[in-house]
Every structure is written in structure tokens, then in C-alpha cells.
């Protein structure tokens, strides 16, 4: 009597805390695949339970039959049940078998729950005997208990088998000592009418209920803090690294720490694919693997950027392996990925082995306040490497700078906009005769005025267009070429000053003139006498020369003539190069005029029309009224040389205070693009198309850009193939004007 007042007594506490349980677990995460079926078994040992407390209550107090017969039809409900759901249960807690077999036993669970329900609805009579005590009596017929056996014995071989995967020892000895308890009351009659066995499974359930309310519950909500501390520990272990590699290698040692897992890997994104950079308990020689983006677990969660569990590996994932043997090794796999600014820059990657425990959602959440972390430390180590490559670029392109400067024989010096001197090479500081390095001087207190630029707005002007200003300057005994250019773009914070010694240069300049006189001078004299006799001839002998006599005269005259203008270029242009134009006020609207009407005949006789455009009175010009002549002269006739019949060459000019503009505008061939830098030089002529038969020196814009110099003024041009040349001529005003 006494034992089934304990036995009643146990069947309600278990009762009310299995319900209690059951809330608790589905309220605290009801999307959990293992909640929901450890839900399900807590639900059939309510009813088993429940028909036990109602079948034993009413024997004891000598109730009706039909509360006997409800009360074991619910124990036969839930004692099924129970033996059922809780090798379902058993399953998915260690992964066993797959989606499709857990649903087969689903629905075995459901036919035998639909037959026992059956039963209890037909009122068919269950067999039972209540003693003279009022202690309950009954059995199970043979074929069942063979069924039940059978789940609760694969159940205790399953969980003992996977031992190793189920997380907590209470959780383990519950669900054996349960299966224990059940298969002694299938066995045991006397065990099972003094309820002993029902004593046994409701203990061992309210084991296995505390067991997982402790691990999803208790254990998180008491180890936040462990947890928050841990992630603390790592994120500082992590950000203290610098190096990308050491980084990586504490980002898996610690992640293997905090899971517990047998293995790690981490995979860094390049491009379209993510690289194995770093491993933890793996083989080093996978280390440079590549998995495209999309495939394999990584490059799953990189693509949908999101983390994943797979607690069988073998037989859960079905795409590309992720590392080699992972199909025979692999075991429950975890991965988040590595996020930093929205953007995925690795993926982490937790193994087990085939025998290690499961990964549940606790370690998801582990990962994932890891993760930015850990992309952080990443994202700072590429960095700093970069920089620090950067630097030892800048470093070794520094030093190169400094050695080639210091080397050089041309003196270089910089300067900031205070004008103090930042950088000075040993040829500059021996120019400068300075006793010690002048870096930190003001360069105007102790430099001669001479080495300064001589037009200061000129200068300014050109470092403002051009960037650079070119100037000579006298030092001692040699003659050198300064190049002044700004210190950085776009905002100028200091000028640096290039000399290059040009002495030997000038003075092979001078020879080479001198010789060029000299020569042309030598040439001059002859050629003319030559012309003169040539001259004699054409006139004496017009009427007895016969026709290819006259041809091969005429043709001897040709040829002497263009020798005589290419040495009177030569020698024009030597003067103006070398000699002082004699200046004086000069007005460009009568030169203009006067060369407009030497060259009209010629441009009548091409079938051309050549315009004068005087824009108001144009102010005097400082200059040698002749070579400004010559100048404009060969611009205009270039003009109507290269302009084909039925062209137009317009000649315009205006002026202001400061100086007078010149534009000579043709219709003609043009300039190709790559001639038009080197149409000043000496000698050039470019190959425009349809102007093979004019003839030229190639000096005669040559000549014109040395007077334009020599007049302190600037000559440029803009032309296009086939539509025409635009010359353009800057002359300044005559002082006091």
C-alpha cells in the first residue's frame, strides 16, 4: 500500500514538472529540431503519466472500470510513445541516420500512437487485476513488448555508441537509465505492479528534462558573462597580432578553444574565391587551397553570407568537399562568415571529428561575436601589412632618391614656400659655398642675386601655365641651366632648382655657329659668282642653247637658288640666335600691310583669298622692324604655300596694353598631330599629303620662333589635318605706350 502511494505520488510530481518542463524547453527555443522532439517525448511521458496516475488512483480508491480501462489505454498511449519518440529524440541528439529516417520513424510513431488511440476510443477491454491492497495489476501483450523492446534497446545502443557527441553526462545517464527503467517494466511484472519501473523512467525523464533546461538555459544565461570574457580574451589575443599570419593562427587556435572542435580553417575571399590561409589540428599541406565562392560549405556562407551547421558531413552535404578526405573524416561541421563593412573577407570553418560531439546553437552565437572580431584583426593586419610594405617602398625609393641626388654632379635644391632650403646634394651646398649643409637657410639670405630668376613675373607665370621655368645663370666660371619646377600637386608647397652645367654645351654652341658663318659666308661667295655666270649664260645663249641644253641650264639655276635661300636662312637665323635685335618702336599695322601686299600676287595667282583684319589701333611693338618683317612674312607665305587652290588665309590682329596678338588662320592641309612638336625645329618638314611639290629648307619656322624669342614674345599654333593651321603670334608693348 505503501509503495503505490509513493508510486501515485511520483507519477503527479512528474506530471507537473514534465508540463512545466515541456512549456519551459518549447517557449525557450521552438524552432530547435531537437527541442521539438524532446518536446514530443516529454509530451508522451505527460500522458503516460497521466493514465498511470488515473489507472492506479482509481484501483486504489476502488473506482469504476471505465476510469481503469481510459487510464490504461492512455499508459499503453504514452508508454509507446515515449519508447518511440525517444529513440527519435536519440537520433537527432547524435546525429544519427538522416532527415528521411527520422520521418519514417515519425510516421511508425504515429501509426502505433493512431492504433493504441484506436483502442482507447473503441473501449475495447484491457486486461488488469486490482489486488485485495488496491494495487493495480496488468501486462503487455507479446508482440508489443517486442516492438518496445526493440526502440529501447537501439535507443541505449545508439546514445551509448555516440556517447562522445551528446553534450553533458546527466543528459547520457537520463535517457539509459530510462530505457532501463522501461524495459525492466516490460520484463519485470512485479516490478511493473509495484511501479517501480515507473519510478525509475520518471526520475531518469526529469534527469534528462533538467539536463537540457540546464544546457540551453542555465548554462548560457550563467556563462554570459564566462562567454562575453572569453570572446574579450580572444578579440585581444586577436588585435594584438599585427602580422596577418600570426592573426590568423590565434583566430584559430582560439576559435578551437571556445568550441571545442578538433579542427579549424580559415579562409580568406580573393576575387571569386576563398584561399585556405590558416589551419588549427589540420594538415598544413592544405594550406593555398582555392574553393570558388558558392561551392563547398565556405564558399555557401560567403554567398549567402550567413552561417551553418552540418552535424553529419558524410551525410548531410552533398556539394564539393571542402577540404580533401572531408567526406571520410568530417564529422559535425559549424561556419560563419568573417564580415567587415557589410563586406565578406573570410570564412571560418569548425570541424569535428566522425566520433566528436555535436555543434548546437550555442556555438553559432560563439562564432558570430567572434566573427566581426576576428574580421576586424584581419582587415587591420592586411593593412598594416600594406602599409608596411608601403613604407619599405617608400623607404628603398627614398634611398634611391637620396643616392642618385647625392651622386649627381648637377646641384639640386629644394625649397618650402618660406623659402628655406629642405634638401640640398653635395654639387649644390659646393656652388653654394656654404661651410656646412644649408638646410633650414633662407635661400635669398645668402644666395647672390644673380642665381635668382631675372623676370620674377615671367617665372611665376610660367610655373603657373607650365609648371616649370627654365633660366641660365653665371656661377663660378661655368655657365648652367636652371630648371625651377613646383613640389607637389595640386597645391605647391615648395619649388625644387635643377642646374645643369652647360658651359661645354655654349661654347660648342658658339663654335658651331661660328663655324656655321664661317661656312656660309665661304659658300655665299662662290655660289653667287655661279649664279652670275649662270645668269650670262641664259642671257647669251638663249637663242643658240638647244631645248635639253636650255632644260639642264634652267635646272643649274633652280638648284643654286635654293641653295642660296637655304644658306641665307641659315645665316639669318645664326644672326638672330646670336646677335641683340636692334630695337625700336615699330608698328605691326603697317608691317602687316606691307607683307599682306608683297604676298598677294601669289596668293592671286593660286586662286586664294587673303584677308587683312586690323582690330582698332594696335600699340608700338620694341623690336627690329626687319626681322619682325621676315617673321610675319614667312608665316603668311607658309600660309599660302600649304593652302590649296580656293582656300582662304586670314591675317588678324589686336592688342591691349599689354602687347599685340597675330593670328594667321589658313584653310589649308594642316599639321599632323605627332608633327606639330617638332615644326620649330631646324631643318623639319612634315609629310602632309598633297604638298609633296613645295619646296622649303625646313628653316623658315625655325627662323620665326628665334625672332619671336629674341622679341621676348611667345609663338604657338592649333591645327587639324585637312581643315587648316592657326598660328598664333604674342608680342609685348612698347614700354611708355
Known amino acids: 500500500m505503501t509503495a503505490n502511494i509513493i508510486v501515485l505520488l511520483l507519477n503527479g510530481l512528474t506530471l507537473a514538472l514534465a508540463l512545466g518542463l515541456l512549456f519551459l524547453i518549447l517557449w525557450q527555443d521552438p524552432n530547435s529540431e531537437t527541442n521539438r522532439y524532446f518536446s514530443l517525448f516529454l509530451l508522451m511521458v505527460v500522458i503516460w503519466s497521466s493514465g498511470s496516475l488515473l489507472a492506479r488512483s482509481a484501483a486504489y480508491v ?27 529524440y536519440s537520433a537527432v541528439l547524435t546525429g544519427f541516420q538522416g532527415r528521411m529516417f527520422r520521418l519514417l520513424s515519425l510516421a511508425g510513431l504515429v501509426v502505433v500512437l493512431s ?59 537520463g535517457i539509459l537509465l530510462f530505457c532501463g527503467g522501461l524495459i525492466a517494466g516490460l520484463l519485470s511484472p512485479r516490478l511493473r505492479m509495484l511501479g517501480v519501473a515507473e519510478d525509475v523512467s520518471a526520475v531518469a525523464a526529469l534527469m534528462m528534462s533538467y539536463a537540457v533546461v540546464r544546457q540551453q538555459i542555465m548554462v548560457p544565461l550563467l556563462g554570459k558573462a564566462r562567454q562575453l570574457e572569453a570572446v574579450r580574451d580572444v578579440g585581444l589575443a586577436i588585435t594584438s597580432r599585427l602580422r596577418l599570419d600570426e592573426a590568423l593562427s590565434t583566430i584559430a587556435a582560439q576559435a578551437a578553444g571556445l568550441l571545442g572542435a578538433d579542427g579549424v580553417a580559415i579562409f580568406l575571399k580573393c576575387d571569386t574565391y576563398l584561399e585556405l590561409a590558416a589551419v588549427h589540428s589540420l594538415p598544413p599541406q592544405y594550406m593555398g587551397i582555392r574553393i570558388p565562392m558558392g561551392e563547398g560549405v565556405v564558399g555557401t556562407v560567403a554567398l549567402e553570407r550567413r552561417g551553418r551547421r552540418v552535424d553529419n558531413y558524410r551525410r548531410d552535404w552533398a556539394g564539393r568537399p571542402d577540404l580533401p578526405l572531408a567526406r571520410e573524416t568530417f564529422g559535425a561541421v559549424i561556419s560563419v562568415p568573417l564580415m567587415f563593412a557589410d563586406e565578406v573577407v573570410g570564412v571560418l570553418l569548425g570541424i569535428q571529428g566522425r566520433q566528436g560531439q555535436l555543434f548546437d546553437r ?18 587591420n593586419s592586411r593593412l598594416f601589412e600594406a602599409e608596411r610594405d608601403l613604407s619599405t617602398d617608400l623607404e628603398v625609393a627614398k634611398n634611391q632618391l637620396e643616392t642618385v641626388l647625392t651622386s649627381t654632379e648637377n646641384p639640386v635644391v629644394a625649397i618650402d614656400r618660406e623659402m628655406r632650403i629642405i634638401f640640398a646634394n653635395p654639387a649644390a651646398v659646393y656652388l653654394l659655398e656654404a661651410d656646412i649643409n644649408p638646410v633650414g637657410w633662407r635661400i635669398i639670405d645668402f644666395v647672390p642675386g644673380s642665381y635668382l630668376p631675372p623676370d620674377r613675373r615671367r617665372a611665376f607665370r610660367d610655373l603657373r601655365q607650365q ?124 608691317i602687316l600691310q606691307r607683307v599682306v601686299s608683297e604676298v598677294s600676287d601669289q596668293a592671286q595667282s593660286k586662286g586664294l583669298q587673303l584677308e587683312l583684319a586690323i582690330a ?109 593651321t592657326a598660328f598664333h603670334v604674342w608680342l609685348p608693348a612698347a614700354r611708355g605706350r
Request: net charge negative.
Open 616 to 724: 582698332g589701333e594696335l600699340p608700338l611693338v620694341a623690336g627690329d622692324t626687319q626681322q619682325l618683317t621676315q617673321a610675319l612674312a614667312n608665316l603668311v607665305e607658309n600660309a599660302v604655300k600649304f593652302t590649296p587652290a580656293g582656300g582662304r588665309v586670314v591675317v588678324e590682329a589686336r592688342g591691349d596694353e599689354q602687347g599685340v596678338m597675330v593670328d594667321v588662320v589658313d584653310t589649308g592641309v594642316g599639321i599632323r598631330v605627332e608633327d606639330q612638336s617638332k615644326i620649330f625645329e631646324r631643318f623639319y618638314r612634315g609629310q602632309q599629303q598633297g604638298v609633296v611639290h613645295v619646296g622649303g629648307s625646313g628653316l623658315g619656322l625655325s627662323l620665326v620662333r628665334a625672332i619671336v624669342n629674341s622679341h621676348k614674345g611667345e609663338i604657338g599654333l592649333e591645327s587639324e589635318p585637312g581643315k587648316g
Open 62 to 88: 476502488g473506482a469504476g472500470q471505465g476510469a481503469i480501462q481510459t487510464g490504461l489505454r492512455l499508459l499503453d498511449v504514452g508508454f509507446a510513445g515515449a519508447s518511440i519518440s525517444l529513440y527519435v
Open 467 to 590: 609648371r616649370v621655368h627654365v633660366y641660365e645663370i653665371e656661377a663660378q666660371g661655368k655657365t648652367y641651366l636652371c630648371h625651377l619646377a613646383e613640389l607637389s600637386k595640386p597645391r605647391t608647397e615648395g619649388w625644387v632648382v635643377v642646374l645643369n652645367d652647360v658651359t661645354q654645351l655654349k661654347e660648342l654652341d658658339r663654335l658651331k655657329s661660328q663655324m656655321v658663318q664661317m661656312t656660309s659666308h665661304d659658300l655665299k661667295n662662290p655660289l653667287q659668282a655661279a649664279m652670275s655666270y649662270i645668269e650670262l649664260l641664259q642671257d647669251d645663249g638663249r637663242d643658240t642653247f638647244t631645248p635639253d641644253m636650255s632644260y639642264y641650264i634652267d635646272n643649274v639655276w633652280t638648284q643654286l637658288t635654293r641653295m642660296y635661300r637655304i644658306i641665307s636662312g641659315i645665316l639669318d637665323l645664326e644672326r638672330v640666335q646670336s646677335g641683340t635685335p636692334a630695337f625700336e618702336n615699330c608698328a605691326l599695322d603697317d
Open 362 to 379: 550555442e556555438d553559432m552565437h560563439l562564432l558570430e561575436l567572434l566573427g566581426p572580431q576576428a574580421a576586424v584583426a584581419i582587415t
Open 115 to 173: 492504433y493504441q488511440v484506436l483502442l482507447l476510443v473503441s473501449k475495447s477491454p484491457r486486461p488488469y487485476d486490482v489486488t485485495s491492497q488496491g494495487v493495480l495489476q496488468y501486462g503487455f501483450g507479446t508482440p508489443v513488448v517486442i516492438l518496445y523492446l526493440v526502440f529501447l534497446l537501439s535507443t541505449s545502443w545508439l546514445v551509448w555508441r555516440n556517447r562522445q557527441k551528446i553534450r553533458g553526462r546527466t543528459l547520457l545517464l
